[in-house]
């Protein structure tokens, strides 16, 4: 009996790899530019709406910082032919959910409403595409400035290591750099912007051929081209978008920070500047993280939680980027322990991999948990990573929605000496953040030495 079943096991294993991952979409592009991506998945009868504006906080420039995110509040505010608070009143009484997000490179909007919706989302979603500014006044600016604000000062400056991020990005970027500062923006930029620059940004960014608009789900493509065309097809184009290119970024020295905070325990960060998002060593990247710090025999956790018990928790990971990516490593200290201790395992622990590459069973652990996540997202149409989310982002940052395989494969192919290479090219000991971040009066807890 056991032998049987190993054997069905085997069997559904290898037709799961032979199988390719098939979305299929359609492409249209409307007349004033805007890009439409159409998936039919009738499973539920419901359907996401995606859309991507093509702009994020690296369109910003330095001392009109926050811009994208402020837009993220502003188009939940009412529009020419939507009242103020009944975007959402009339999704919701419709079963439909929304949300929105920013990022360095894009901004995201999407709703999930069942099938018999579609044309109320279009309708709300071509509303604030067209007529925004229709509705939008220096009060209703001020008025959602104000709620950023709060937010920077909830999530940022009266938050337990909330500057964190924003010290990073300002040491591995150089100034001006599109990725120097973060998407919320500085407080300073967020007063000083005038409604007249933010209306300037929304008319060049939020225009229809800055935009790709991903409709998933219980459609039938031609009936739902139709309804796209008749809401959005009236919106004019607007002016061409200028390209973001800037010079690589590079960080050729090994720069130690230290800051204060109202914490109770020293949290360690360890960042470097790694490859692009789909570029070659972005996936390697992602695997080293996974086998540094994912799951409790990760090398890493299973080292400062497990067997020192020094950390409290421990993360590494690639947050990948468009322009460029980050490669970060971040430990929480346990009471009694400093940051140098945690820094002395990780350091180990990295020359380890640079020595002699980690085993194929820690590689294919890595693996095998990426696909699980990837497979799951499959099972979406809608929401943050679901089907309609990664048309999108397939489309924007590789110019082929149909990507899936292309992506997985990425991973599947990688071997030990891959995640070898890529630790000795993206982790040098000279050109990287060590930023410690201790409670107030206790520098002595921070990082003395990083190598």
Known sequence: MRSILLIILITAMITTQAQQISVPYSRYVLPNGLTVLLHEDHSTPTVSVNTWFHVGSANEKPGRTGFAHLFEHLMFEGSGNVPEGKFDEWLEAAGGENNGSTSNDRTNYWENVPSNALELALFLDSDRMGYLINAMTPEKVDGQR???????????ENAPYGLAEETIYKNLYPAGHPYNWTTIGSMADLSA?????????FKLYYAPNNAC?????????GEAIKLVEKWFGEIPKGKPVPMIDPVPAQLNEEKIITLEDKVQLPRLYVNWISPAQYTPGDAEMDILGAILSRGKNSRLYNKLVYELQIAQDVFAYQSSGKISSQFMIVATA??????????????DEIDKIKNEPPTDREIQRAVNQ?????????????GFGGKADMLNGYYYLTGNPDYFNED??????LSAKDIQAVANSYLPNDGRVILSVVPNGKTDLAIREGK
């Not at 346990?334 to 350091?347: N, P, Y």
Request: net charge negative; charged share 30%.
């Open 193 to 201: 912007a005038s409604f007249e620059d933010v209306v300037e940004f």
């Open 408 to 413: 997985l494969s990425r991973y599947k192919a």
């Open 213 to 221: 608009l991903s409709i998933a789900g219980d459609i039938k493509t």
């Open 146 to 156: 104000d709620v950023v604000k709060n937010e920077r000062r909830q999530s940022y």
């Open 334 to 347: 346990r009471a009694g322990h400093s940051l140098d201790e945690i820094m002395k395992v990780i350091q």
């Open 370 to 382: 990426y696909e699980a996540a990837f497979l799951d997202a499959l099972e979406r149409c809608g």
